[in-house]
C-alpha cells in the first residue's frame, strides 16, 4: 500500500461548480498537509498547508483534515476554467532524520468548463 | 529573486550517456529535492538532503546519484542513462523544518532513446 492515496481523476466540471479532492494516507507519522496545483509544464505551487484536524479556509478553496480517518480534502467553491489544472496532496511527518521527506499523492487532473 | 532554478531545461541522451541535472536555489533553504514525474504516476521523490553535508534515499532512487555541492546547489547524476528514466525531473528546496512550503523549480524534460 503506498502511503498516499490520490484519485489520479480526471475531474471535468462545470463552470461555478464545487469541486471536491481527496487523499487518504496510511502513515500515522505525517502531521502536515499541503495542496498543492500544477499547471500543465510547470512546477507545483503550495496552495493550501495545514497542520491540524479541522478546517482551513482561504478563499474559494478550503482543506479539511481528518487524522482519524487519515483522510484529507481539498474544496474548491464557484470554480472558474483557471482553476483547471492538477492538484496533489503531499505529506510530511515532524522535524527530524526521515521525516523532512515530503510525499505527494499522485495528483488529480481537473477541467473546468466554461 | 529566481527562486529554484533547474538546468537544462530539456535534453536528449542516448542509452547510456551520463549526465548531470544541475539545481540551485538563492532563498537559503537547508533542505533540497530531486522529484521525478511520470504520467499517473505523480511526484516520486529519487534523493534529498535535509541539510548542507546530508543526502537520503528516497522513493526511487536507483539508478540515480546526487551531490549537495554547497547550502545553494544539489545536483542529480545519471551515470548511464536508460529509456525508463524518461521523465519530467523537479528540484524543490525548504527551509528547515517539515511545517515549510516547498518551492520548486521548472523542470528538467528529459528523454532517453
Known amino acids: 500500500q503506498k502511503e498516499v492515496e490520490q484519485d489520479p481523476g480526471p475531474l471535468s466540471v462545470p463552470e461555478g461548480a464545487i469541486v471536491s479532492l481527496n487523499c487518504t494516507y496510511s502513515?500515522?507519522?505525517?502531521?502536515?498537509f499541503m495542496w498543492y496545483r500544477q499547471y500543465s509544464r510547470k512546477g507545483p505551487e503550495l496552495l493550501m498547508y495545514?497542520?491540524?484536524?479541522g478546517n482551513k479556509e482561504d478563499g474559494r478553496f478550503t482543506a479539511q483534515v481528518d487524522k482519524s480517518s487519515k483522510y484529507i480534502s481539498l474544496f474548491i467553491r464557484d470554480s472558474q476554467p483557471s482553476d483547471s489544472a492538477t492538484y496533489l496532496c503531499?505529506?510530511?511527518?515532524?522535524?527530524?532524520?526521515?521525516?523532512?521527506?515530503?510525499?505527494f499523492g499522485k495528483g488529480t487532473l481537473l477541467t473546468v468548463n466554461p | 529573486n529566481a527562486g529554484v532554478t533547474q538546468t537544462p531545461k530539456f535534453q536528449v541522451l542516448k542509452t547510456g550517456q551520463s549526465m548531470t541535472l544541475q539545481c540551485a536555489q538563492d532563498?537559503?533553504?537547508?533542505?533540497m529535492y530531486w522529484y521525478r514525474q511520470d504520467p499517473g504516476m505523480g511526484l516520486r521523490l529519487i534523493y534529498y538532503?535535509?541539510?548542507?553535508?546530508?543526502?537520503d534515499k528516497g522513493e526511487v532512487p536507483n539508478g540515480y546519484n546526487v551531490s549537495r555541492l554547497n547550502k545553494r546547489e544539489f545536483s542529480l547524476r545519471l551515470e548511464s542513462a536508460a529509456p525508463s528514466q524518461t521523465s519530467v525531473y523537479f528540484c524543490?528546496?525548504?527551509?528547515?523544518?517539515?511545517?515549510?512550503?516547498?518551492?520548486f523549480g521548472q523542470g528538467t524534460r528529459l528523454t532517453v532513446v
Open positions: 524543490a528546496s525548504r527551509r528547515t523544518g517539515s511545517n515549510t512550503e516547498a518551492f
Open positions: 502513515n500515522s507519522a505525517f502531521q502536515y
Open positions: 495545514t497542520y491540524s484536524s
Open positions: 503531499a505529506m510530511s511527518g515532524q522535524s527530524g532524520g526521515s521525516n523532512y521527506k515530503l510525499t
Open positions: 532563498m537559503n533553504h537547508n533542505s
Open positions: 538532503s535535509a541539510s548542507e553535508g546530508t543526502t
